[in-house]
């Protein structure tokens, strides 16, 4: 029984006295400069995915209002037999067309939205595996022996940490280390980014108010 109490008792002292420290990568990762680059890249391929996107919707509804033209001048008995029969032929043709047309659009959205989230979380791990290594390399120079990772949450959303010792964190520190002589480009991109998202937030409040009906 003692024999047992004094292990217990080691073994509680031997993790007391290991050197540990607490890190938020999530904060790391998304203050990190290379992160604020690639973000810029995302934003790029996310906006030239909408203006295709575009494109093909607009294709889209240019044919489909033929497609209605075609089909009431095929039901309209005032143009003549002849001019209705030519507007089925053509009212055929345009739907199939229009059944393209949507198919690609179908096709566009999920091809363009797989490539992107492919590089996305290749870039993701590659920058992680990044970090993972710089905070080794602090960890060891530091005489870490453990360091315990605190944005992790559970199924719940509730964090994994609930409580540590706020003095032990070194996130900010790992922020500053890893943008070591790289502020001034952090903070360029930073606010390129922010502007690319504004730009587009606009222009996407412009189209909605120009497609809203308007009012009697």
Not at 10 to 32: H, I, R
Not at 174 to 202: I, P, S, T, Y
Request: hydrophobic share 40%; charged share 30%; proline share 1%.
């Amino acid at each position: 029984m003692r024999i047992s109490l004094l292990l217990l008792c080691l073994a509680a002292f031997s993790l007391w006295a290991q050197k540990v420290a607490y890190v938020n990568m999530e904060t790391v990762f998304n203050e990190y400069y290379k992160t604020a680059n690639e973000n810029i890249r995302f934003e790029e391929e996310r906006q030239n995915f909408l203006t295709g996107l575009e494109v093909l919707r607009t294709e889209f509804e240019s044919t489909r209002k033929e497609f209605n033209d075609a089909r009431g001048m095929a039901q309209n008995v005032l143009v003549g037999e002849e001019n209705q029969k030519a507007a089925a032929q053509k009212a055929e043709a345009l739907g199939a067309r229009l059944a393209q047309k949507e198919e690609e659009i179908i096709r566009y959205q999920q091809q363009a939205r797989a490539e992107i989230e492919e590089r996305q979380q290749s870039a993701t791990n590659r920058l992680l595996e990044e970090l993972q290594a710089q905070l080794e390399k602090y960890a060891a120079e530091k005489g870490y022996e453990m360091v315990y990772e605190v944005s992790g949450r559970t199924l719940n959303r509730v964090r994994v940490l609930l409580v540590y010792p706020k003095d032990k964190e070194i996130t900010e520190a790992m922020v500053k280390l890893v943008n070591a002589g790289h502020e001034a480009e952090k903070a360029e991109a930073d606010g390129k980014l922010e502007k690319m998202r504004k730009a587009q937030e606009a222009k996407m409040k412009q189209e909605a108010a120009r497609q809203a009906p308007a009012a009697p």
